[in-house]
């Protein structure tokens, strides 16, 4: 069994277990080796964060697969990639992407009804469940078990209700996906009529949910896994701006906010 073969089947297992496990979302090699050494099972890349590195408004293609590369050789932890729409329209164009974040180290990737297009920014119904549909049949073709998250994003962007999340969810498990996910829940209860909706595990960002919802909170809805999509790469950027403002303000207190040296020779060690 290669190396990556063990990170897909141990990430299969983190889904498995019947207590949820967190998935952050570093955005280059030194905050992934970081939060490897803060005990974190398993990382997630973040195309919002890659865009942030980048000073863009989005990553392209090649960006997202450099940086999931980078971010999977960092650490032995198993990696799931952020594949936004797998940047294309057509099923079978889309789901050559999945061979390609395999190639560059992934343990699991995803797929979105996100299109891209701000006019038009939900798939179709049933162009949405296609796609879905290719995803599947490419990322079973592997020779690395990698697990597949199909993700509804409806809500983010306000083109349709939850009952047409959980009407896509609950077509993308028929279709095969064995991660569900359903960015801009923002309450519990909406969290718990997704999970009591499906069969298979179910992703909650919380970046973008109630701050004051536990840990303790999602597992007993059921919750699987529990990441926070580009918030870690805002805070650090936001913590960047407002130490900017001091230094451009003649005021240097933010020194004392920095991370202890020590501390990162430790993580980078």
């Not at 207590?19 to 974190?40: H, I, K, M, Q, V």
């Not at 699991?108 to 297009?117: F, M």
């Not at 919802?213 to 809805?221: F, M, N, S, V």
Request: proline content about 5%; some cysteine.
């Amino acid at each position: 069994m290669n190396d990556q073969t063990a990170r897909a089947r141990r990430f299969r297992e983190l889904h498995e277990r019947p207590e949820p496990f967190l998935l952050p979302n570093p955005w280059d090699a030194g905050t992934a080796r970081l939060l490897a050494s803060l005990g974190f099972e398993a990382l997630a890349t973040t195309s919002f964060g890659v865009a942030n590195q980048l000073g863009r408004r989005r990553a392209g293609r090649q960006d997202v697969l450099d940086n999931l590369r980078a971010v999977s050789d960092a650490t032995p932890l198993p990696v799931n990639a952020d594949l936004e729409n797998c940047f294309a329209d057509d099923p079978a164009e889309a789901a050559t992407m999945i061979a390609d974040a395999c190639a560059a180290g992934a343990a699991g990737v995803s797929i979105e009804d996100a299109t891209g297009d701000p006019a038009a920014p939900i798939y179709d119904f049933e162009l949405a469940v296609e796609r879905v549909r290719a995803a599947v049949e490419a990322t079973r073709a592997l020779p690395v078990p990698l697990v597949l998250t199909a993700r509804a994003e409806n809500l983010l962007w306000q083109a349709g209700d939850l009952a047409d999340t959980i009407r896509r969810l609950q077509a993308f498990e028929e279709a095969g996906a064995d991660v569900l996910y359903a960015p801009g829940l923002r309450t519990l209860d909406e969290m718990r009529a997704v999970v009591s909706s499906v069969g298979k595990p179910v992703n909650v960002v919380m970046g973008m949910a109630d701050p004051d919802i536990t840990l303790t909170r999602l597992a007993e809805i059921g919750v699987r896994r529990v990441s926070v999509g580009g918030a870690l790469s805002r805070v650090a950027l936001r913590s960047f701006m407002d130490a900017a403002g001091e230094m451009r303000d003649g005021r240097f207190g933010f020194v004392r906010r920095m991370a202890a040296a020590e501390d990162l020779h430790r993580a980078f060690d």
